[in-house]
């Protein structure tokens, strides 16, 4: 699956949004891609995470592991497409954690799969936990890498580790105190899963 065809996924279900958008990562920007609205459709879903498990194939995981709630579908789907069990992690006070009876055993290795990277401060912390647990963290993925090239956006890499995507797309984001938007007053949304405030910048 190509770029062209991962775009139309989103064009198709209106997941690609433009207005004024608090992310999860905390900065602003112009656009917003809402992976859910790919996500809830099982083919697609399955199309994108078949693709992303052909990109990790050569690298000998063991279990896929992804931060909630985000990365859970697109997680499931590369579980499926390797073959390994998918788990998820949960934020408990802040802190991600495994519950559910998930569990991760010394020496297995963990793919972390989120669906939209920005910054990487999810994967960050998912990682963070592999290591807690003794496990080993071989690669990260997601079905779209929107980092900035500053940030490491479209090198392949993500904290050291291989990093696999099926989309690139570098979109601007702000700081709030730089960002455009909040300067002429526009409302800001807040879509993402951290339930931040969507209240006026």
Same mark, same amino acid.
């Given at each position: 699956m190509n770029a062209? !065809? =991962?775009l /139309?996924?989103?064009e198709e279900t209106e997941a690609l949004l433009s207005g004024h958008f608090r992310l999860s990562s905390g900065l602003h920007s112009d656009k917003y891609l809402q992976c859910a609205? =790919?996500?809830q459709w099982p083919e697609r879903a399955s199309a994108l995470g078949a693709a992303l498990g !052909? *990109?990790?194939a050569a690298l000998g995981v063991d279990v896929v592991l992804s931060p909630a709630m985000g990365g859970l579908v697109i997680g499931h !789907?590369?579980? /499926? *497409?390797l073959g390994r069990r998918a788990v998820f992690a949960e934020r408990v006070d802040g802190a991600f954690t495994l519950r559910r009876g998930f569990g991760l055993e010394p020496g297995e290795k963990v793919v972390v799969v989120e669906d939209v990277v920005t910054t990487g401060g999810?994967? /960050? !912390? =998912?990682? *963070?936990? =592999?290591k807690s647990l003794g496990a080993v963290a071989v690669a990260c993925a997601a079905v779209v890498d929107r980092r900035a090239a500053s940030a490491g956006g479209g090198s392949g890499t993500l904290e050291g580790l291989p990093f696999r995507s099926v989309l690139r797309m570098e979109v601007p984001t702000w700081e709030e105190a730089a960002c455009p938007y909040c300067r002429?007053?526009?409302d800001v949304v807040s879509p993402g899963s951290r339930r931040l405030s969507s209240a006026k910048a």
């Open positions: 062209e !065809e =991962v /139309r996924h989103f609205k =790919v996500l !052909e *990109a990790l !789907e590369v579980g /499926r *497409a999810s994967t /960050r !912390e =998912v990682l *963070a936990l =592999v002429l007053g526009q």
